[in-house]
């Protein structure tokens, strides 16, 4: 049967019989949402005909429910005593309570405008939605005034990605404009780029954007370390290719002399990112037994690749954290791991909490201590996902260290998702593997030669962008819902938190403005319930 991401209706439903619910499909390993989002495949629901769930779950109209299987709780309660979910019978199905004879009815029905709440945070926003042919040619809109504008007047790009964003999570694909009236977020350019698409099946000023400068801009700001001003000046040099910038392109910065390395802008595998999370944790915890390691980032977001690896750390005892970190990368130098990399001291003082930042990308920079370098990871684990220690695939998507929350993906292959036919790797022997192989080319000092001539080695690793990020426990749950990202949910989650409910929120905590107090939290579910959200899964904050 197909992949069953459930939603069950609380309409007519007790709070704790809802929850017992909840709990019941999710032993049963049933993916359950707490909000309706573009992923639910299957609704449960004790109302009897299908016009009193569009009217209690809001809907224009049955057109939004297209897609998905409207079921009666027998189907659920078939499916618990089953242990997994029973293929749909008639006497299932919820109906509409006079069959729809009238098919003009029905399509003026489509055109009614759906309602969805302002802000990302409010929703739920999937990897896989209905609207990529909408949402691509914005997100090209926004690449291209991004690179365009000033780098101090995201304005433009962030009203793009607004409203994309606003597509991504609507439940069905858009099929008129009439559907996007109450809609908020999507202004008069996009609403023309969106009909043009419509009528045409493409957007004229979408094609003509992507000329030779766009272009080489998007080639010349995807290497590592390159913004749009240098790109720009490069382009100004006459460079077109990333081979001219290589030869041309002088500095000392150690991101930029790793720039042009090979390894470095092929993406970061799943798989790849479990074996960091396992070399990390288990040097980590020799250290520092009962750190708590998270994977954050797009990966703990459900994708299957990235840029980079981002993994938070923290320790339940306060203070315990302080010094961990020099002592970690010491470790790892050690086993002969790291290439480059810069420490970062924590410049965190408790009047962050309140000072007003920019609710821009660059006003996510927090104030913990981090690393971010280049480490090596044996060729081979490219090939072959890794294992924990205890045999089983990390679990990314897991929302807090417990692992309590964890609920499998329903949109992308996730770690609790892959089969289990894989040999799990030896970390002994992979960091033996690199260490004597380094031996035998006589490169004890191999982290000295120039990042090109390291590329062109017969070598037996590759090279992955690593950031390491540490937490005080009491700030730890803020931490991560920050490092999850994306970061256009955090904007959006920052700005709702300072406009309707005069708080502060960042990467270290909330602070009520009005009451003028820190609000703590000791899971993640509590940082959304302080902001008075409903929880969103990490795979469900891709905005
Ligand atoms: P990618 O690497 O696959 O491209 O995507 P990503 O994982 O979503 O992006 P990222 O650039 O690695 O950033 C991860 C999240 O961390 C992002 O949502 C922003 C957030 N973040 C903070 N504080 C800081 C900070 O000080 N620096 C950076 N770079 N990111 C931060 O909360
Ligand atoms: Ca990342
Ligand atoms: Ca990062």
């Known amino acids: 049967m197909k992949m069953v991401c459930l939603f069950i209706l609380p309409s007519k439903i007790q709070k704790r019989r809802l929850e017992d619910m909840k709990t019941a499909a999710r032993k049963r390993n049933i993916t359950v949402v707490d909000i309706f989002c573009s992923s639910v495949t299957h609704i449960v629901t004790e109302h009897e005909n299908l016009d009193q769930v569009v009217k209690t779950m809001k809907l224009a109209d049955t057109g939004a429910l297209d897609k998905i299987q409207v079921l009666s709780v027998a189907w659920f309660t078939d499916s618990m005593k089953a242990g997994a979910p029973v293929p749909v019978e008639e006497r299932h199905r919820i109906k509409r309570e006079k069959a729809d004879t009238d098919n003009g009815g029905n399509d003026s029905n489509r055109r009614n405008p759906f309602i969805l709440p302002e802000y990302a945070c409010q929703r739920a926003t999937c990897l896989k939605h209905y609207n990529h042919k909408f949402t691509r040619a914005l997100e090209i809109l926004q690449k291209h005034a991004e690179l365009r504008d000033n780098e101090h007047d995201s304005s433009r790009a962030l009203a793009f990605r607004r409203a994309s964003c606003v597509l991504k999570s609507l439940p069905f694909p858009l099929t008129s404009m009439s559907q996007l009236k109450k809609l908020t977020n999507i202004g008069d350019h996009c609403k023309r780029v969106i009909q043009e698409i419509l009528e045409d099946g493409e957007c004229s000023e979408v094609t003509k954007l992507q000329d030779d400068w766009f272009h080489k801009m998007v080639v010349f700001t995807s290497i590592f370390g390159i913004g749009s001003a240098t790109a720009k000046k490069w382009i100004e040099k006459g460079w077109s290719t990333i081979k001219d910038a290589q030869e041309g392109h002088i500095s000392s910065d150690w991101r930029v002399k790793w720039a042009f390395h090979s390894d470095l802008n092929t993406p970061v595998k799943l798989q790849e990112a479990q074996y960091i999370q396992q070399i990390v944790r288990k040097e980590a915890e020799t250290i520092l037994p009962g750190i708590i390691l998270q994977i954050t980032g797009g990966f703990r977001r459900g994708w299957e690749e990235g840029h980079d690896v981002d993994i938070l750390m923290t320790h339940p005892e306060d203070g315990k954290e302080v010094g961990f970190l020099a002592r970690l990368l010491h470790r790892l130098h050690n086993k002969g791991i790291i290439l480059c990399g810069n420490l970062e001291k924590s410049t965190y003082s408790d009047d962050m909490l309140t000072l007003d930042s920019k609710l821009s990308a660059k006003g996510q920079l927090d104030h913990f201590e981090k690393w971010l370098g280049i480490i090596k990871i044996p060729q081979s684990c490219s090939e072959t996902p890794a294992r924990d220690d205890s045999g089983s695939l990390s679990n990314i998507g897991s ?145």
């Open 399 to 543: 929302c807090d260290h417990k692992g309590t929350n964890s609920v499998a993906h329903p949109t992308s292959n996730t770690a609790s998702e892959q089969p289990l036919n894989y040999q799990p790797l030896n970390l002994h022997e992979s960091f033996e593997d690199l260490e004597s192989k380094a031996k035998k080319q006589k490169l004890g000092t191999e982290n000295e030669l120039s990042p090109m001539k390291l590329a062109k080695l017969d070598r037996n690793w590759i090279a992955r962008r690593v950031d390491l990020i540490v937490s005080p426990y009491n700030q730890y749950f803020y931490a991560l819902v920050g490092w999850t990202g994306n970061k256009q949910f955090n904007r959006d989650i920052r700005t709702y938190a300072q406009k309707e409910l005069g708080m502060k929120l960042s990467s270290h905590g909330l602070y009520d403005l009005n009451k003028n107090c820190a609000l703590p939290a000791r899971s993640e579910k509590e940082v959304f319930e302080n902001l008075k959200l409903q929880y969103l899964e990490p795979w469900e904050r891709n905005c």
